[in-house]
């Protein structure tokens, strides 16, 4: 029985001194409690919402007490309430009053804007498709009387050093239009006297010649003066010498809608109308080249029948070149003096006898014998540099 007693007895005594002992502690390191604080937590809504910035209620209360927080803060309670916290903190507050939103004014309808009329900038089309926004934002701020705003953008450009846009800006200036890429005026029918250019190479360099041409026509000299440039570089002489016709107001024809040319008068070539097919890409490359003056293309040609010992091609190079045609096989006239036939025959002749050892065509109907590997590998690039 003592061994289920003195435990007992023990620990009753224990929790009793422990009980005094946190009674004395209670007292001893008692915190005071601010009674403003207690007052203001008192009449506030109690909902804890945060709209104050404080964690709570009780820490706003804490906040207006010992920290001099605002008393307007708690939207819930509204006026009615910080007045209540003016009058435990012993101050007034001023409730601020809400002014109502100054009324909207009326949306002013914008009127579309009417169509443009007037001379046109001489930007090029695709100068305008690049540079849209700004010339157009220019233009709205010019017409608007927007000082401030079109001025800034003539300072961006010069900073940027944009030339040509700060030109077409004055050229708005004047009442001059920016007209739409897409739906820009069709230039009129080119008039007077085309490149001597062929048709063959204008087809090749028709985008070229026509950017130098559009650059020119509308000044930008820094754009054709760069085409020239890049021609020089690539040692393009025969399109520099079509720039500088352009230069002097000729037009470039469209090669499918070139006027077709006048019909040949005059005597025409003593060639075969069989010689003239099977070498008519020849014979009217080199007539074009010597009618248009191109020297070096049409010495090119002779040099390449040179070459190739075609003396029958060289022949009739010189006829064409005293002025006479090129007849069309199927329409050329027969020959009827006997001295021509027996040319034919002696021709037709050599060709049987010389089959055994040429006909490695190269094209055009050059044939070239296998053995003089020299002579046909030079020919060989030469119609290559031709050809392209």
Same mark, same amino acid.
């Given at each position: ?68 927080? %605002? ?37 002013? %309808? ?93 087809? %090749? ?184």
């Amino acid at each position: 029985m003592e061994a289920i007693l003195i435990p007992v007895v023990v620990m009753g005594i224990t929790g009793v001194l422990m009980g005094l002992f946190l009674a004395y502690a209670s007292k001893k390191f008692e915190v005071e409690k601010d009674p403003k604080v207690e007052a203001i937590l008192a009449i506030l809504p109690g909902v804890n919402c945060g709209a104050c910035g404080y964690p709570g209620c009780s820490g706003y209360a804490t906040g207006v007490a010992q920290e001099g927080a %605002k008393m307007t803060l708690c939207a819930p309670g509204g006026p009615k309430v910080a007045g209540k916290i003016g009058e435990i903190m012993g101050v007034e507050v001023e409730i601020p009053v809400k002014k109502k939103p100054a009324a909207k004014k009326p949306v002013e %309808k914008k009127e579309a804007p009417k169509a443009q009329t007037g001379e046109p900038i001489t930007a090029s089309a695709e100068f305008i498709e690049k540079n849209k926004r700004m010339l157009t934002k220019f233009k709205a701020a010019f017409d608007s009387g927007d000082k401030e705003a079109y001025e800034k953008l003539e300072n961006l450009a010069k900073t940027a050093n944009k030339d040509e846009l700060l030109k077409y800006y004055e050229e708005i200036k004047t009442g001059k239009i920016i007209p739409e890429p897409g739906a820009s005026p069709a230039v009129s029918a080119q008039t007077g006297e085309p490149i001597t250019a062929s048709a063959e190479f204008i087809e %090749k360099n028709k985008r070229m010649l026509t950017k130098f041409k559009a650059a020119f026509d509308s000044g930008d000299k820094e754009a054709y003066e760069k085409l020239e440039n890049l021609a020089k570089t690539a040692q393009k002489d025969e399109l520099l010498k079509y720039y500088e016709e352009i230069k002097t107001g000729k037009i470039i024809p469209e090669p499918g809608a070139s006027p077709a040319a006048p019909a040949q008068t005059g005597e025409p070539i003593t060639a075969s109308a069989e010689f003239i097919e099977k070498n008519k890409r020849m014979l009217t490359k080199f007539k074009a080249a010597f009618d248009s003056g191109d020297k070096e293309a049409y010495e090119k040609l002779e040099n390449l029948a040179k070459t190739a010992q075609k003396d029958e091609l060289l022949k009739y190079y010189e006829e064409i070149k005293t002025g006479k045609i090129i007849p069309e096989p199927g329409a050329s006239p027969a020959a009827t003096s006997a001295s021509e036939t027996e040319v034919k025959t002696v021709t037709k002749e050599e060709a049987k006898k010389q089959e055994a050892t040429y006909c490695s065509v190269l094209g055009d109907g050059l044939c070239v014998p296998e053995q003089n590997e020299e002579v046909q590998k030079g020919l060989s690039k030469a119609l290559e540099e031709e050809i392209k």
